[in-house]
């Protein structure tokens, strides 16, 4: 989160990183890698621990976009150029945030990158515009990626969607020598051609 915030405010965005409760795991790297096996392995489960977790992920999302809204005009904020990013777990807590569809914490935009949102999902009829980016080659979010751009098209909604043929789960600003390494650009100029960058603000 902080790498991408990093590039999103060098370009004119002013950016906030989210701490948001999660599924706790070990803070050994290879502890870590061991638990993310074993949940690849066994999805179900994985699915119903999201389950549970998800509502206070969803929380915290809003009370941070709540906030930003809030104090808008002191950190020199747009308050109707609000979004969230977010990456696999927090694009699930993005698309959430979506469907809770509330006044005070609604998007104006989102960008739920490789999130693997397994259970169907109807955007409200005012979804706000999104940006998907995901890699072929990521069997945990693909297909569900695919899905959410049909369910904005469906629905009338602004959405792009990207789909790299490699790049795995969990990209991020991770350089691999590959055209997914340059997801955040194409992010940038979407940003910019949905009219959210420019002179109203940041």
């Known amino acids: 989160g902080y790498d991408v915030a990093d590039w999103l405010t060098a ?4 950016a906030f990183v989210l701490k948001y409760r999660l599924i706790q795991t070990a803070p050994d790297d290879e502890a870590f890698a061991q638990q993310m096996q074993a949940n690849m392995q066994n999805r179900e489960q994985l699915r119903k621990r999201i389950a549970e977790l998800q509502p206070l992920a969803v929380a915290d999302g809003q009370a941070a976009v709540k906030l930003v809204r809030r104090r808008a005009a002191e950190w020199g904020i747009d308050p109707e150029r609000i979004g969230m990013m977010g990456f696999s777990a927090g694009a699930m807590l993005t698309i959430g945030l979506i469907a809770q569809n ?6 104006n935009f989102a960008a739920p990158i490789y999130g693997p949102v397994w259970d169907d999902f109807t955007p409200p009829p005012d979804a706000p515009p999104a940006f998907l980016a995901v890699a072929d080659d990521d069997e945990l979010a693909a297909r569900s990626c695919a899905n959410l751009y049909l369910a904005w098209k469906e629905a009338g909604r602004p959405v792009e969607l990207h789909i790299y043929a490699q790049g795995g789960h969990g990209f991020g600003m991770r350089k691999q020598g590959l055209p997914v390494d340059h997801w955040i650009e194409r992010f940038d100029e979407w940003l910019q051609a949905q009219g959210l960058k420019g002179a109203r603000g940041r």
């Not at 509330?102 to 998007?107: G, T």
Request: proline letters at 0%; charged letters at 30%.
């Open 102 to 107: 509330e006044a005070e914490s609604r998007l």
């Open 11 to 14: 370009h004119g965005v002013a």
